[in-house]
């Protein structure tokens, strides 16, 4: 799932919009992805981490009908979910920090 930084409610959109599973995604990945977006979801609406913005990740690994697999790891998701500051512009750095670094010779 690719992070998403948005008002709270705006991101429950979002993931509800963006977080289909992908088409060759076997059934237990599938079950994962669909879990780790209603979790992320929940935590938003929840209102535990503020009603600002939030940043929405996962991550996890599953095994074809979640049985462990020799060489493999075992099952995990992984949801993060932040409170995200609101985005700052870019400034121009100080023209000392232009300055290429001498090499010693």
Do not use: C, K
């Not at 599938?30 to 600002?52: D, M």
């Not at 996962?58 to 995990?76: L, R, W």
């Amino acid at each position: 799932m690719a992070p998403v930084v948005t008002d709270s409610e705006q991101v429950v959109d979002d993931l509800a919009a963006t977080t289909t599973s992908p088409a060759e995604l076997d059934e237990a990945p599938a079950q994962q992805f669909a879990a780790a977006t209603q979790a992320a979801i929940v935590l938003v609406r929840s209102g535990a981490l503020g009603l600002g913005r939030v940043r929405v990740e996962a991550n996890g690994h599953a095994n074809p009908n979640h049985e462990p697999q020799e060489g493999y790891s075992d099952d995990f998701v992984i949801v993060r979910v932040v409170q995200a500051p609101a985005p700052q512009r870019p400034t121009e750095a100080p023209a000392e920090a232009a300055q290429p670094v001498p090499t010693p010779a």
